[in-house]
């Protein structure tokens, strides 16, 4: 979403408020934002926090759906008389 806005890492980090490597770290997955970072980063990119997530929600989506699973067949139980 930064990318898409054409805003640097630099930039970006320096609207935030936060060191660049700091942001760096959060895109890449290695840091953990807290809910008052994550506010920070929607603002600066324009949006909410609701629109942030919904639109980080929205990209994930086709990674996070998996095919259903092939039904399992249960064998016939075998009764005794």
Do not use: H, K, W
């Not at 953990?32 to 929205?58: C, K, S, W």
């Not at 989506?61 to 249960?74: D, L, Q, S």
């Amino acid at each position: 979403m930064r990318q898409a806005q054409g805003l640097t890492q630099v930039i970006f980090s320096e609207r935030c408020g936060f060191y660049q490597t700091y942001l760096s770290r959060i895109e890449n997955g290695q840091a953990n934002p807290t809910l008052n970072a994550m506010e920070v980063i929607a603002t600066g990119l324009g949006l909410t926090i609701f629109q942030l997530f919904d639109r980080v929600r929205l990209s994930l989506e086709p990674e996070a759906a998996t095919p259903e699973a092939a039904p399992v067949e249960v064998p016939a139980s075998s009764e005794s008389s």
